[in-house]
């Protein structure tokens, strides 16, 4: 199984940002953009002199329930520096952006620049409601920067329809009650048997002395609570793909498949994993934290690091110590999990309706680079130069406003931002455990988000039926004897062999598993 240290990923993605992040533009780079700024008329002093009205863009966006007011900061900085006056349509989860765009769209009343998943695309690319961006890419060079890291990330065919996110960094994983080992004087865990141990002796031990047997062993939400323990056999999701020494396969058809759901199927009928898991939902697992119930849980840093998030759980076990569990060495993998080095969490995308209507359109090639690199992504990332930050010797040291007054310009991040020089100026408190987090561990790597689906493919079909018996093998629903008979019908019924293999071809035609 290929597992590649994160270090060289990062490393890779901060000499990118070293030429398209924050302060670090090449020459040519700026030349290039201060060329294509003056091609599509983004000069300000042009704009003024000429007395040119602002051009009006609406983004539609994801913002998990951020929604800053109207004619911040932010928004007149912009409107400053490139004419653009914004408007911000934000929604609090991928569905009500999905149902939002998906009736605009149709209607003939999308919005100028708006959110997308990698899956989205295609369908919408499909339908023919994307413009094709190819011809425009010259236009925006700190795009264009983003997208060489990217490869063919918000491509469709080979065409490009979106505008994409700088790459994620691994921040997830296995989290364990430190007070509770030390109490019970075992260390901390390196094998997953050895995790799988610990947690029992706590959970027989009544950690918290309320003589109740109410400890959970391992929570999470969903299948990510045991995406560690997949990955120690060396397998995935069931609707995961991966790069297996350089080449793109399901793990269902690994020999260790079987092996690892019957291994979670004993976990979960002891009680060591719990039972609830696939019906937990964010608030229902963080009311589980909060209550001080589990011993491992599968989360990010910034549940146990951030204080506003840590505060509900802080306040219920004041004495509770949360620690990172590193890699664990299991039958298949030694490795702390699943990441995909290449998922960028957003792509924009610019509808079809706006084709011929220049003055909009290099508006938004003009707001789309200028959040992307320099004074433009130091604003989204940290506010207003003087006020929220100083620069020292080339480093953004944050004042005492950034905190309460920029605590919002991430919104505008819609091309990302240099990741580890943002949490490190915006979260010095936690810059050892996100470091660590990135650097001290490897995983398996999937490639979820370089995947195009064919037309013939069901793929909704499919995932659902993946999904859907992979969990009932798990929790006893269906005998684990008819595991091939799963496959069979996977093969014969929605034609999977076939899709992966053709993935494979497609992947490996990219160059992309080379770096």
Not at 397 to 410: H, L, N, S
Request: aromatic residues 10%.
């Amino acid at each position: 199984m290929m597992k590649k240290r994160l270090m060289a990923m990062c490393l890779a993605v901060a000499m990118a940002a070293a030429l398209a992040g924050c302060g670090g533009t090449t020459e040519s780079s700026k030349e290039e953009t201060k060329a294509a700024a003056e091609d599509t008329g983004a000069a300000v002093e042009e704009g003024e002199e000429s007395g040119q009205e602002p051009v009006e863009i609406e983004v539609l966006s994801l913002t998990w329930g951020t929604n800053p007011e109207p004619g911040n900061f932010v928004e007149e900085k912009i409107l400053e520096d490139i004419n653009v006056k914004l408007t911000m349509t934000n929604f609090a989860t991928g569905d009500d952006v999905k149902t939002s765009l998906n009736m605009r769209l149709t209607g003939n009343d999308a919005p100028d620049l708006f959110y997308a998943t990698a899956e989205d695309i295609a369908d919408y690319a499909t339908k023919g409601y994307l413009l094709p961006l190819d011809d425009y890419m010259d236009k925006m060079p700190n795009v264009k920067a983003i997208q060489e890291k990217v490869g063919v990330i918000g491509q469709v065919d080979g065409v490009q329809y979106g505008a994409v996110k700088q790459p994620q960094i691994y921040q997830e994983g296995y989290w364990i009650r430190k007070d509770w080992l030390d109490a019970a004087g075992l260390p901390m865990p390196t094998t997953l048997e050895e995790l799988i141990s610990s947690v029992e002796q706590i959970m027989n031990s009544d950690p918290d002395g309320n003589g109740i047997d109410d400890t959970i062993g391992i929570t999470g939400v969903k299948i990510n609570a045991i995406m560690p323990i997949l990955a120690a056999y060396g397998v995935s999701r069931p609707t995961d793909l991966i790069d297996q020494d350089g080449e793109v396969v399901s793990s269902l058809y690994d020999e260790n498949y079987p092996d690892a759901i019957a291994y979670i199927k004993d976990l979960l009928d002891k009680g060591i994993i719990d039972k609830e898991i696939m019906a937990l939902t964010s608030d229902l697992y963080k009311d589980k934290l909060a209550q001080g119930l589990p011993v491992v849980v599968y989360d990010s840093w910034t549940q146990f690091k951030k204080p506003e998030l840590y505060a509900p759980i802080e306040e219920n076990n004041p004495d509770a110590e949360w620690v990172r569990i590193f890699d664990l060495e299991g039958p298949g993998a030694t490795t702390s999990g699943l990441y995909d080095p290449t998922s960028v969490g957003a792509i924009y995308c610019v509808p079809a309706q706006l084709e011929g209507d220049e003055e909009k359109l290099d508006a938004i090639w003009r707001l789309l680079d200028y959040v992307a690199a320099d004074e433009g992504l130091r604003l989204v990332s940290y506010g207003l130069e003087g006020e929220h930050y100083t620069v020292e010797d080339g480093t953004i040291v944050a004042t005492d406003r950034m905190a309460t007054e920029a605590d919002f310009t991430w919104v505008y991040q819609l091309l990302g931002r240099n990741e580890m020089e943002y949490l490190g100026v915006k979260f010095p408190y936690a810059k050892a455990e996100i470091e660590s987090g990135v650097y001290d561990r490897t995983y398996i790597r999937l490639v979820n988000t370089l995947v195009e689906y064919p037309d013939w493919y069901q793929r909704v079909d499919a995932q659902r039926y993946m999904d859907e018996e992979v969990t009932k093998f798990m929790f006893g629903e269906r005998p684990l004897e008819e595991y091939d008979a799963f496959l069979e019908t996977l093969d014969s019924t929605y034609n999977y062999k076939e899709f992966v293999a053709g993935v494979n071809e497609y992947i490996q035609g990219t160059g992309v598993l080379d770096n």
